[in-house]
């Protein structure tokens, strides 16, 4: 049948290769008297009896489930969430619902009421169920294996640390538990291919501020009561890589017209690297019924860098190295400060990372404007009837935009005198702190980008 050859990546074209099925089998139902092939299932066994589980011999029904992660953003500092858009899939074994149809598969009618797993979110704060009415989403099998195929939009809460904010990683995960002594696992639904991982990604679609490194699955067993020794164990764990995907998400461009080839397969479903570990858990065979199992999504996420690059370490050096400037040039001196862009920004209790940068060229700067106004009293002192102009413009974004305020300053000479400037001519001041503060800050530089670079986790 439809299934033997298929090469087929991923659910979404797995729901499309079905329909387009369908859309075949009842063009021959019409044109043809054989109605053979245009079965769906409306009426189940008289038995049956959906409100209970299948019965299976010993505790856990297995349920398998795959994810296809439509799209992911909306990370929010101020909230501390995301959004993320999913297909689930999942399948498990109903003995009575075997040999219901001749084909391999037989679609199910939506109407048709039928025991399932329930899918729970554990960390969600809204959810959403965005199944179009129309579409077929559950099939069962000759053998009596269903498929259910489910979409979910969800908010779900994602606490944040900030302190090596703009060069910090975040962990966003979803869980999902099982319940009704369901025994969940990652793994491929029988309707996927081989080759494909149980959670897969739309590269395309992370646009955010955050760059998916790799996403993580993990099953374990867990528990209500809080003192279970072994709580927590684990029984199967995944790990993808998804550094490439960005690459990945540039060539889609070039493979627009082309879906269908191998590489652009893999760049519209970015299923990563992946590297399996199978770990013992000895609690899914002597768990009580306080024991349930869960599944996890875990999103390493790392923030794009780039941005605050340009919008804030760039134009603040820039300042502090035209601070330098009265160091050559005893007239004019230019100070700009640009306070720290609170938008979008939850107010946090401890110091991040662009904070002590801020800090530090604003103290360079102040430096600087210091030397300068010691440097100029032992000039004058010197030479009394010449005068300076220092400007100083203080633009500070606030979560409405801008709002600079320009506040020129004069000052003019005064005639007194001073007297430690017979000992520290203000040449010599200036020929010091042109070696000094370059030298300070690039010190500063070295030991603040290695400590956030190198050595924060
Ligand atoms: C299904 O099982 C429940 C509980 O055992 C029972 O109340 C209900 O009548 C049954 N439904 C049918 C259609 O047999
Ligand atoms: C389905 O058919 C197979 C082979 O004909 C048989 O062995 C099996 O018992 C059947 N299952 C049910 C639930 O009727
Ligand atoms: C991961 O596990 C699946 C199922 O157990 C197996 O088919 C696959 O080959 C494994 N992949 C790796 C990289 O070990
Ligand atoms: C921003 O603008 C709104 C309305 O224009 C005002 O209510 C609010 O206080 C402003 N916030 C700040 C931080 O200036």
Redesign the pocket.
């Known amino acids: 049948m439809w299934s033997a050859g298929r090469d087929a990546v991923v659910l979404l074209s797995l729901v499309s290769v079905l329909r387009c099925q369908a859309d075949t089998i009842s063009e021959f139902a019409e044109e043809g008297d054989d109605d053979h092939n245009h079965e769906i299932l409306r009426v189940l066994p008289y038995t049956y ?4 589980r299948p019965r299976i011999p010993g505790r856990w029904l297995d349920v398998t489930r795959a994810a296809h992660i439509l799209s992911f953003g909306a990370v929010s500092e101020q909230t501390m969430d995301f959004e993320v858009s999913l297909q689930v899939a999942q399948e498990w074994r109903d003995h009575r619902l075997a040999n219901l149809t001749q084909n391999a598969w037989l679609p199910v009618d939506a109407g048709v009421q039928m025991w399932r797993p329930h899918v729970d979110f554990a960390n969600t704060k809204s959810l959403d169920i965005a199944t179009a009415e129309e579409e077929t989403t559950m099939w069962v099998s000759q053998g009596g294996i269903v498929n259910l195929i489910v979409r979910y939009n969800i908010k779900a809460s994602c606490p944040m640390t900030l302190h090596a904010f703009p060069m910090d990683r975040q962990i966003c995960h979803i869980r999902l538990d099982g319940f009704d002594d369901t025994r969940l696992e990652w793994g491929l639904a029988s309707l996927m291919t081989m080759n494909a991982e149980p959670v897969i990604s739309d590269a395309t679609a992370f646009h955010s501020q955050f760059k998916l490194m790799g996403i993580t699955t993990k099953s374990y067993v867990t528990s209500f009561l809080p003192s279970v020794h072994g709580k927590g164990c684990t029984f199967s764990e995944q790990t993808c890589d998804y550094a490439d995907s960005d690459t990945c998400q540039a060539n889609t461009k070039l493979c627009a017209d082309d879906a269908g080839s191998a590489e652009c397969d893999k760049c519209l479903y970015y299923t990563g690297t992946c590297a399996n570990t199978t770990k013992q858990c000895e609690l899914l065979e002597k768990g009580d019924k306080s024991t349930y199992t869960s599944l996890e999504i875990q999103f390493h996420l790392s923030r794009r860098f780039a941005y605050h690059l340009m919008q804030m370490y760039v134009p603040s050096t820039f300042i502090v190295i035209m601070s330098w400037i009265s160091f050559w040039i005893e007239i004019v001196l230019t100070m700009t400060t640009q306070s720290s862009r609170s938008h979008a920004m939850q107010e946090v209790s401890y110091v991040r990372a662009i904070d002590i940068w801020i800090a530090a060229c604003q103290l360079f700067v102040f430096s600087a404007l210091v030397e300068y106004a010691v440097a100029y009293r032992c000039w004058l002192a010197q030479k009394n009837d010449r005068r300076a102009i220092i400007t100083m413009e203080t633009t500070k974004l606030t979560e409405n935009g801008t709002s600079p305020e320009h506040q020129p300053i004069e000052i003019n000479g005064a005639d007194e005198k001073c007297n430690g400037c017979n000992f520290f001519p203000a040449q010599n001041i200036d020929r010091a702190c042109r070696m000094v503060f370059p030298s300070l800050f690039v010190l500063f530089n070295v030991t603040y980008w290695t400590f956030y670079l190198l050595c924060t986790p």
Do not use: E
């Open positions: 009896n959906w409100t209970h």
